[in-house]
């Protein structure tokens, strides 16, 4: 069965500052790799996904991704932060292999950017 | 496009009360999924239908959770009775299709507290 992990609960970064959100994954075959976006009181917004081909993905506000098969990682990455960037990212995963695939979520990382 | 509709917004239960919550999905969307989203947790998926059949169900605690999706378009959950630890954000999905390649909208949300 697939599984995600975000082993930081939050991260703390200055405004202007890069910011790294870290996410590792398990599937028995090849991932299909997202990352969604969840403020107060809102539903999850998609951010970007990683299917096939180029391993840096560019994806919504300015944020990007990285897939590293080797180590098994899919890390969130924005090269400076903003105020507004504070919330909730999750990482999940889905295994292309399998039929009607779940999306499967990490337990989420929240952001929060210092003025 | 019309996002993916959910109601109530908020609702306060007592525990072994009974409660339903009601989504619509984007037009054409063929696949739906509800997730409990507990607070602290990662979304966790709770029944997949594709039309209106159900592919994946095995994490509905099925002795009190309920859920269909009749003509293939809207869908209801329902929970009887209620238990305390049935508070969490009900989150509804929707999808073109089951395939990988296909990311989800997701709707607001209905926030659930049993006391």
């Known amino acids: 069965a697939q599984s995600v992990a975000q082993p930081e609960d939050q991260v703390n970064v200055a405004e202007g500052n890069p910011l790294t959100v870290k996410c590792t994954y398990s599937v028995s075959g090849n991932p299909y790799l997202f990352w969604y976006v969840q403020y107060p009181n809102r539903g999850l917004q998609f951010l970007l996904k990683?299917?096939?081909?180029?391993?840096l993905v560019k994806g919504s506000y300015g944020f990007e991704a990285e897939f590293n098969k080797s180590q098994t990682s899919f890390h969130l990455k924005k090269p400076s932060a903003l105020v507004s960037d504070s919330a909730l990212y999750f990482c999940?995963?889905?295994?292309?292999?399998?039929?009607?695939?779940?999306?499967?979520f990490g337990t989420g990382t929240r952001l929060l950017v210092s003025p | 496009e019309a996002g993916v509709a959910q109601s109530p917004r908020y609702k306060i239960i007592e525990k072994r009360q009974s409660v339903a919550f009601w989504c619509n999905p984007i037009?054409?969307?063929?696949?739906l999924y509800w997730y409990q989203q507990i607070l602290g947790q990662g979304p966790k998926l709770l029944i997949q239908?594709?039309?209106?059949?159900?592919?994946?169900d095995s994490q509905l605690p099925k002795d009190r959770f309920s859920a269909e999706r009749l003509k293939g378009v809207d869908s209801t959950l329902k929970i009887q009775p209620a238990k305390l630890e049935d508070s969490a954000v009900y989150l509804c999905a929707s999808s073109l299709g089951t395939e990988s390649v296909y990311g989800y909208t997701f709707g607001s949300g209905t926030r659930l507290t049993v006391v």
């Open positions: 239908f594709q039309n209106n059949g159900v592919v994946d």
């Open positions: 990683y299917i096939t081909g180029d391993n």
């Open positions: 037009s054409g969307h063929a696949t």
């Open positions: 999940a995963v889905r295994d292309r292999n399998t039929g009607f695939q779940k999306l499967v």
